[in-house]
C-alpha cells in the first residue's frame, strides 16, 4: 500500500484555481419554486473536504419554514406538471442528461472535494448517475395502462397509471450523484413535483445538478431543494403535510424505520432502500482471478462506503489461502491519498466519526482472533483516512460479520460446503446485494434461489444499472429503484369502469360453442 504525502489544499492532479472555479459557480442557497434564495432566518452550515479537513464552501440551512415552502411550491405545481405530456418531461429528462455529460468534470470534482472519492471514481458515478436521467426519460413515453372488455362484457376496463403526487427524496452522502439521478429521473417521468433533501455532508453535487435540471427546461416548483445541517427540520414538516403523497429515501435501517412510522399517520407511498452486510461467496471451482477482481470491485469502490458493498468474503476452504495471498497482494498495492491526486486509488473516510467507527470495527475483530494480513489501522494526518484492511480467521461473532462495516475493510470466513455458504450469507437482518463466483452456473443459479437477497451478482462484483430494478428485502428496505419498476414507484393505478358501447352482451347458448 503507497500513500500521497501532501499538505492540506494542495493537489498535483487538479489545481487549486480549477478547483475554485467549480466550487464558485455551484449554488448555496435554496432552491424554491425555481429561484434560489438564503434560509428564511440567514442560518448556514459548511461542508468539509474530507481529505484535508478544510472547509471548502458554506451553504444556506434550510429551515422548517423553508421546508414548508418548499412543500408548497411542489403542491402548487403538481397539477399542472401532471398534465404536461410524457414527450416533454421526456425530453427535460434527455437534456439534462446531456448536460450531466457536458460538466462531467465539474460534477465529478464536487464528488470529490465534499465526499472524498478519487477523481476516476467520480467520474465513473458521473456516467452511472447520468444513465437514470436516459433510462427514465425513454421509460416516460412507455408507462403503458390497459383498455380491456370485463370477463362479464358488461364493461370495458380502463386501467391508467398516473403520477402519485408531490414527492419527499432523501438522498444519502455517498453517492450523491447517483442517488439524486435514481430518484429525481423516475419521479420527472412519471408527472411527480419534488422536494430533494440532499445529505448533509455532501450537498454541493445535488445543488449543482439542480442547476442542470433548471437549465433544462424543468418548471418553477417541480423540483425544490433544501440543503439543511438540520435533517429533522426538512423532513419532519414536509411528512407531517397532508399533500405529500410519498418519501424516497435512501440511508441507514434506524432512520428508515423512523420515517417509515411517520409515513404511517399520512398513509405515504415509501420506497426504503437501507442498509445492507453483503456477502460475496467463493466456492472451491470458482475462477479464483476472477474472484480476486470481483471483490476488489465489490469491497473497495468508492472506500466500501457502499450499501452494495461485499462486507462479508465468504471463501471455501479449500481455496481460502489462494484467495487470500492473491487478495493481499492486491490491496496491499493500492494508493491512499487525497481523490484530486493523480494516481490515486483509495480516498479518505467521509468524517471522523466513519474513520473511528471502522477503526473500532477492526479492534473488535482483533481482540476476538482475527489476523491482520493487510493494514489494520487508520492513517494519521490531515483527512479521515483508514488503510484498506485484509482479515482472516474471523470469527462469526465479530461485529465486522454481523454489522455493516462501511469501510475498505474484507473480512475473510471460510466455510466446508454449500449448505454452510448459504446459511452464513442469509445470518443477517439485512438482504441487499450479495455476489457468488462458482463456475458451476446451475449451483449459481441455485445459490440464487437460496439466499435472501435483492440483488445477486454472479461471477461479477458490480451490477448496478439504469435499466436494472435495484432494492432490498428484510431490513434493506422496500420498493425498487431504477428499471421499468423504478417508474412504476412513482405511479398510481387508476381504474375506470366504462358503459359498453355495445350494451350487455347476451349469455351464449347452453351447449353452443363460444
Request: proline residues 6%; contains cysteine.
Amino acid at each position: 500500500m503507497s500513500i500521497t504525502d501532501k499538505a492540506p489544499g494542495t493537489t498535483s492532479g487538479i489545481d487549486r484555481a480549477r478547483i475554485e472555479e467549480v466550487l464558485g459557480k455551484t449554488p448555496k442557497g435554496l432552491l424554491i419554486n425555481g429561484a434560489w434564495r438564503d434560509a428564511s432566518d440567514g442560518g448556514t452550515f459548511e461542508v468539509e473536504n474530507p481529505a484535508t479537513g478544510e472547509v471548502i464552501a458554506t451553504l444556506a440551512s434550510a429551515t422548517r419554514a423553508d421546508a414548508a415552502a418548499a412543500m408548497d411550491a411542489a403542491a402548487t405545481a403538481q397539477e399542472g406538471w401532471a398534465r404536461t405530456s410524457a414527450r416533454s418531461r421526456s425530453e427535460i429528462l434527455r437534456a439534462a442528461f446531456d448536460l450531466v455529460q457536458e460538466r462531467a468534470q465539474d460534477l465529478a470534482l464536487l464528488m470529490t472535494l465534499e465526499m472524498g472519492k478519487p477523481f476516476a471514481e467520480a467520474l465513473g458515478e458521473v456516467k452511472y448517475g447520468g444513465e437514470f436521467l436516459r433510462w427514465f426519460s425513454e421509460e416516460a413515453v412507455r408507462d403503458y395502462g390497459r383498455y380491456v372488455e370485463s370477463p362479464e362484457g358488461n364493461l370495458r376496463m380502463l386501467v391508467t397509471r398516473k403520477p402519485v403526487g408531490p414527492c419527499l427524496l432523501i438522498t444519502p452522502w455517498n453517492f450523491p450523484l447517483a442517488m439524486a439521478t435514481r430518484k429525481v429521473a423516475p419521479a420527472v417521468a412519471a408527472g411527480c413535483t419534488m422536494v430533494l433533501k440532499p445529505a448533509r455532508l455532501t450537498p454541493l453535487t445535488s445543488q449543482y445538478f439542480a442547476a442542470l435540471m433548471i437549465e433544462a427546461g424543468i418548471p418553477a416548483g417541480v423540483l425544490n431543494v433544501v440543503s439543511s445541517a438540520s435533517a429533522a427540520d426538512v423532513s419532519e414538516p414536509i411528512m407531517a403535510d397532508p399533500r405529500l403523497r410519498k418519501v424516497s429515501f435512501t440511508g441507514s435501517t434506524p432512520v428508515g424505520k423512523q420515517l417509515m412510522k411517520a409515513a404511517t399517520d399520512q398513509v405515504l407511498r415509501t420506497s426504503m432502500e437501507l442498509g445492507g452486510n453483503g456477502p460475496l461467496i467463493v466456492f472451491e471451482d470458482a475462477d479464483i482471478d476472477k474472484a480476486v477482481a470481483g471483490a476488489m470491485a465489490a469491497k473497495m469502490r468508492n472506500m466500501g462506503e457502499a450499501c452494495t458493498a461485499a462486507n462479508r468474503l465468504l471463501v471455501h476452504e479449500d481455496v481460502a489461502e489462494q484467495f487470500v495471498a492473491k487478495l493481499a497482494e492486491q490491496m496491499g498495492a493500492l494508493t491512499v491519498g487525497n481523490g484530486v491526486d493523480e494516481g490515486v486509488q483509495v480516498g479518505p473516510l467521509v468524517e471522523a466519526k466513519a474513520r473511528d467507527s471502522v477503526e473500532a470495527f477492526v479492534a473488535d475483530a482483533v481482540e476476538r482472533g482475527a489476523k491482520v494480513v493487510v493494514g489494520g489501522a487508520r492513517i494519521e494526518g490531515p483527512g479521515y483516512f483508514f488503510a484498506p484492511t485484509l482479515l482472516t480467521d474471523v470469527p462469526h461473532d465479530a461485529r465486522v460479520v454481523r454489522e455493516e462495516i462501511f469501510g475498505p475493510v474484507a473480512p475473510v470466513v471460510t466455510f466446508r460446503d454449500e449448505d454452510e455458504a448459504v446459511a452464513l450469507a442469509n445470518a443477517t437482518e439485512y438482504g441487499l446485494a450479495s455476489y457468488v463466483f462458482t463456475e458451476n452456473i446451475s449451483r449459481g443459479l441455485r445459490i440464487g434461489d437460496r439466499i435472501e437477497f435483492g440483488l445477486m451478482g454472479l461471477n461479477v462484483g458490480v451490477i448496478s444499472n439504469a435499466a436494472a430494478p435495484f432494492g432490498g428485502v428484510k431490513q434493506s428496505g422496500l420498493g425498487r429503484e431504477g428499471g421499468a419498476e423504478g417508474l412504476a414507484e412513482y405511479t398510481t393505478t387508476q381504474y375506470i369502469g366504462v358503459e359498453n358501447p355495445w350494451g350487455t352482451l347476451p349469455p351464449a347458448a347452453p351447449g353452443t360453442p363460444a
